[in-house]
């Protein structure tokens, strides 16, 4: 036989889910719709040390393309990338067998212009002797018949004479001058042979690392092709983009921390060498090169780096959580506890580090400054009603 629910018993139940919404609404109001709950934090002094972040890539501001200065196979290699390389250091060989006989050809006519030379000075002398022979004889005649001791006709012959002798000398001091261009010419071909076959010798222009190897042995090159990449270790360094809104302070000189992404964990020491005249108009960024102290001995050129600059300190200076300022409008702050509720209060602030900021003014010290989540600081409002977590 079936039941039904006796009045006592419904007004039980009614009394039940009344007693649950009551205990819900408590709950409700002292949680969700209670008063926020904040950690309140005072003005403390700090030392304070500015880090202006950057990220970036390892560069050389040193690197050179190592080519040859001729065309040619490449018979040997004697460098690898990673290689430390000193200044002159024999890299690679060219073959030299066409080279060594162009300039064994060279060195034979520029001989043989030598000796052409020598025989046309001979001829030139032996010309000077015949003509001064043949002035005198002229003259001498001329003055005989003058005195008509001797016939006209033959003073004329050894007038004849001597003209003919000047021509003589002209022409042998002419070949001279030939030959001696002609020497000059040959000595400049093989003054250019030898330098080629020097160019078959791909040397290190300075010191440093060798960072890439393009081509092998038996290769065949051409002038200009670049056979190895070198860069200098001392001008490694960090090209780091900063933001503009951070440069204040970054100047050449100034200490830093550099990270690489292939040691996490290890900090290497590091120095702003100089800051770029020009941000990218996208970005908004200003590239800032930041040296290695001391230089790196094992780098790989593009690798990607972080780094921090210490870009000013202040010792003893009041200071507060950074996640205690707040933006109203366009109004920096923080929100001050007076009582159980909020007031903003605008602050100026200085040197700031990973968690702290300086406030330069704005506070007296013994306030007690609202401290909350980050995605929470944008809701507090002036008035609010607050209550201090314990």
Not at 64 to 75: C, D, E, H, L, Y
Not at 260 to 280: N, T, Y
Not at 355 to 362: A, P, R, T, V, Y
């Amino acid at each position: 036989m079936r039941q039904f629910p006796t009045m006592r018993n419904i007004q039980k139940k009614h009394l039940l889910v009344l007693a649950g919404i009551l205990t819900l609404g408590l709950i409700l109001r002292f949680t969700v719709l209670g008063p926020t709950k904040v950690e309140v934090v005072r003005l403390a002094k700090r030392d304070l040390t500015a880090q202006v972040y950057g990220n970036g890539t390892v560069e050389a501001k040193v690197v050179v393309n190592i080519a040859s200065k001729i065309t040619g196979r490449i018979a040997e290699v004697g460098a690898d990338q990673g290689d430390l390389v000193k200044r002159g250091q024999v890299l690679a060989k060219l073959d030299t067998i066409e080279l060594q006989a162009q300039a064994s050809q060279a060195s034979a006519t520029a001989e043989k212009a030598a000796a052409a030379v020598a025989l046309e000075q001979a001829n030139l002398q032996k010309a000077k002797a015949s003509l001064l022979l043949a002035e005198k004889n002229s003259k001498r005649f001329s003055a005989l018949a003058a005195k008509e001791l001797v016939s006209t006709q033959e003073a004329e012959q050894y007038e004849t004479a001597f003209l003919v002798a000047r021509e003589d000398a002209a022409r042998a001091a002419a070949a001279l001058n030939s030959a001696g261009r002609e020497k000059i010419a040959a000595a400049a071909a093989m003054a250019a042979s030898r330098s080629r076959l020097n160019d078959a010798l791909i040397l290190a222009p300075e010191d440093g690392v060798i960072i890439r190897r393009d081509l092998e042995p038996g290769a065949t090159v051409t002038a200009g092709l670049p056979i190895f990449l070198l860069a200098n270790p001392d001008t490694v360094w960090v090209k780091a983009n900063v933001d503009e809104s951070q440069l204040k302070g970054v100047a050449p000189g100034q200490p830093a921390t550099i990270t690489l992404r292939s040691a996490p964990g290890e900090k290497f020491p590091g120095q702003v060498a100089r800051l770029a005249w020009e941000s990218d108009r996208v970005t908004e960024e200003l590239e800032v090169d930041v040296a290695f102290t001391p230089a790196l001995k094992s780098f790989r050129l593009g690798e990607q780096a972080e780094v921090l600059i210490a870009a000013g300190a202040r010792q003893g200076a009041p200071a507060l959580p950074k996640g205690a300022l707040a933006t109203k409008g366009k109004q920096r702050g923080v929100w001050v506890v007076e009582g159980n509720r909020l007031r903003f209060q605008e602050v100026s602030t200085g040197v700031e580090d990973a968690d702290f900021i300086e406030i330069s003014s704005g506070l007296a010290g013994n306030e007690n400054i609202a401290l909350v989540a980050p995605e929470r600081m944008g809701q507090l409002a002036d008035g609010q009603k607050v209550r201090v977590r314990k």
